[in-house]
């Protein structure tokens, strides 16, 4: 019997599940698991999931602040995503503390304190950090404190060379929100090779291969298939379970578009960004300026839904 996509894609490419909801990821055996707070927003008002936001006050305690009760929220289904995983999980900074570094520093050490205090190995977490300049800073020190990261919201080239300069441990370039925005700006569709967000991932992954930065490409919010399938043979992919079903139900052939020998073969000019450059480059960049303020705004408010459902189970 011939082997499914999902199987084929494995051999060259770490797959992840992107969901809060663990008990769907048992029968795609993904190697990590990536969260964010509109999935465990999803996730927790789920019946089946009541009894972890029950378990989050319980342990958070009755005089707890909603945010050191949504923390251990957070915390609880990753511990149960571990379970399942035999690799990582992402768990997500507030999306507000976005342009905070030192607030950012102060809740990635909350979190993995939390973590480390159940035993788990900071070496098994990731820390979700949107892609701005405080974020990438950020993430720098906790690097270098041991703490893992993956910067999320990310959209630009500039983006994704400050956190390779940074060593910063996995950045998420958003595949289908860089599709969304071309479509809506130009009525055209894209498919294959030329969808946008194909290209910038494919862009990433070579710049990073052909200069021999560690920071691994984890390709993130696909649209299609087909996206997946163009990006096969990137250091990670994080995929919606209904997109995991899609690749397990068929066993068409697929072949490995991205490789890191024919990255080193091709002509890349090695650039670098400082603050000013940075903000400079991202502010030309008219999609990832909106579709990084736009995903903060989405998180952020995903947030405050999380903490209103919090607030009502507290009663």
């Not at 770490?14 to 969260?35: E, N």
């Not at 999803?42 to 029950?54: G, I």
């Not at 050191?68 to 999980?89: H, M, Q, S, W, Y």
């Not at 890191?260 to 670098?272: E, F, G």
Request: net charge neutral; glycine share 6%.
């Amino acid at each position: 019997m011939p082997s499914t996509q999902l199987d084929q894609l494995k051999q060259f490419t770490k797959v992840v599940a992107d969901t809060g909801d663990f008990a769907s990821m048992k029968a795609y055996a993904p190697q990590d698991a990536t969260t964010n707070p509109s999935l465990i927003l999803k996730a927790a008002a789920m019946p089946e999931y009541t009894w972890l936001v029950d378990q989050a006050l319980k342990d958070a305690g009755r005089g707890a602040t909603v945010g050191a009760t949504i923390d251990r929220l957070l915390v609880l289904f990753g511990l149960e995503i571990l379970k399942i995983v035999p690799g990582r999980v992402s768990t997500e900074v507030d999306a507000r503390l976005s342009f905070d570094r030192d607030g950012t520093l102060a809740k990635a050490r909350e979190i993995i304190a939390l973590y480390e205090k159940s035993g788990v190995s900071r070496d098994r977490i990731l820390i979700k950090i949107a892609s701005t300049w405080e974020g990438i800073k950020a993430a720098e020190v906790l690097e270098r404190e041991g703490i893992h990261c993956n910067l999320t919201l990310l959209f630009s080239f500039a983006q994704a060379v400050a956190c390779a300069e940074g060593r910063i441990q996995l950045i998420s370039p958003f595949v289908g929100r860089i599709l969304d925005w071309h479509k809506k700006t130009t009525g055209k569709d894209f498919t294959g090779a030329d969808d946008p967000g194909v290209k910038s991932v494919t862009q990433i992954y070579t710049y990073y291969k052909k200069f021999g930065h560690a920071t691994e490409v984890m390709g993130a919010s696909f649209r299609n298939k087909g996206e997946i399938l163009e990006l096969a043979g990137c250091d990670l992919l994080t995929i919606a379970p209904a997109l995991l079903g899609e690749l397990q139900a068929s066993s068409e052939p697929i072949v490995r578009k991205l490789d890191p020998a024919k990255a080193a073969a091709t002509d890349l000019k090695k650039v670098s960004f400082d603050e000013k450059s940075f903000r400079f480059a991202l502010n030309e960049d008219a999609m990832a300026t909106e579709k990084t303020a736009e995903g903060i705004r989405l998180f952020s408010a995903d947030i405050v839904k999380l903490e209103q459902l919090i607030a009502q189970r507290r009663g």
